[in-house]
């Protein structure tokens, strides 16, 4: 089993990501760390709690964590998410407590007090509560097992600006920190989540499953693709989030090179930028295997088989 903990601001795609990990039976989710980014962190909170509570798991750890960037003011992304971040339907209430301490401290005290080598960090938003964590406890850094990310792009530049992917791009300075750190580290791209785009023939088999969790998936696309509909002419919504639970999964349905990727926290016009060494015309030491390509077909496969099992 790989032991993981989410570190989430979710948002429709981090929140399928999340049913994804909770439903297979490979990955055991020890907590959700959220942090601010798509919107609010009072925001992203709840919605993690929505999330767990659909997925019939109001036991499972939520701890809250930062509520800005490192150094720098929150941008949110309402404008894609919606207000709550999770629009699309209307989801009860929740009542499931939060669990008592700040994201930052569990991860600090969960990567000590486990066998070293035996966790996997998932970032699914800015890396904020991860950098923080390493830079507060730098001791913590050799014992992390793998970092899975979503952020970035190379060949799909920017989607926030014309350089940058939202989640690098809030707060770069943490994100240097976590490219920076030494952990293995594999990166999800918006080269790679542009191609998880959702079909019409996946919500029809998503839509016949017909359970609670399925409906909101279906509800969640519905809400989140038309932004990129309308500003990519996308013929779907892109599944970023998920990707990284997919990989762990199924990591044959990705393919992707070890190369060196470098954060831009200066450039006028290039903040936040995944400077990706695709062509090795550098002689920088490779620190990410940066993702390209998905098995777009296997990946839905993968999604709906697991998805129907909550
Ligand atoms: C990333 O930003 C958010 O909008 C999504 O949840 C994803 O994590 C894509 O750029
Ligand atoms: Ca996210």
């Not at 601001?9 to 297979?24: E, T």
């Not at 949110?76 to 407590?97: N, S």
């Not at 989030?241 to 999964?249: F, H, S, V």
Request: aromatic content about 8%; overall charge negative.
């Amino acid at each position: 089993k790989t032991r993981v903990i989410i570190d989430t601001d979710p948002g429709q795609d981090d929140a399928v990501a999340i049913l994804l990990a909770l439903a297979s039976p490979e990955i055991e989710v020890l907590a959700l760390t959220v942090v601010a980014g798509n919107v609010p962190l009072a925001h992203t909170v709840r919605n993690a709690q929505k999330i767990c509570e659909l997925a019939g798991r109001p036991d499972l750890p939520i701890y809250a964590g930062c509520d800005a960037p490192l150094f720098r003011p929150l941008t949110t992304a309402e404008y894609v998410h919606g207000e709550t971040g999770l629009d699309g339907i209307e989801l009860p209430a929740p009542t499931m407590p939060l669990a008592q301490g700040h994201a930052v401290d569990f991860i600090i005290d969960t990567l000590r007090r486990e066998p070293e080598g035996s966790i996997t960090l998932v970032p699914i938003g800015p890396l904020t509560n991860i950098a923080a964590a390493f830079q507060r406890a730098p001791d913590i850094i050799p014992r992390v097992r793998q970092i899975v990310l979503m952020g970035g792009a190379y060949f799909e530049v920017g989607n926030v600006t014309p350089a940058a992917e939202f989640n690098i791009y809030v707060d770069p300075e943490a994100a240097q920190i976590v490219f920076d750190a030494g952990v293995d580290l594999v990166v999800m791209p918006l080269d790679v989540t542009h191609r998880a785009l959702t079909s019409q023939d996946w919500l029809d088999r998503m839509a016949a499953i017909d359970t609670p969790v399925a409906r909101a998936v279906v509800s969640w696309t519905g809400f989140f693709e038309r932004y990129d509909r309308a500003k990519y002419g996308a013929e779907g919504a892109p599944l970023h989030d998920p990707c990284t639970i997919a990989w762990l999964i199924r990591p044959g349905l990705f393919s992707g090179r070890r190369i060196n990727v470098e954060i831009e926290t200066e450039g006028r016009y290039t903040l936040g930028m995944t400077v990706a060494d695709w062509w090795g015309v550098t002689d920088r030491a490779p620190n990410a295997l940066f993702m390209r390509d998905v098995d777009r077909a296997g990946f839905f496969d993968l999604l709906t088989e697991r998805l129907a099992r909550l």
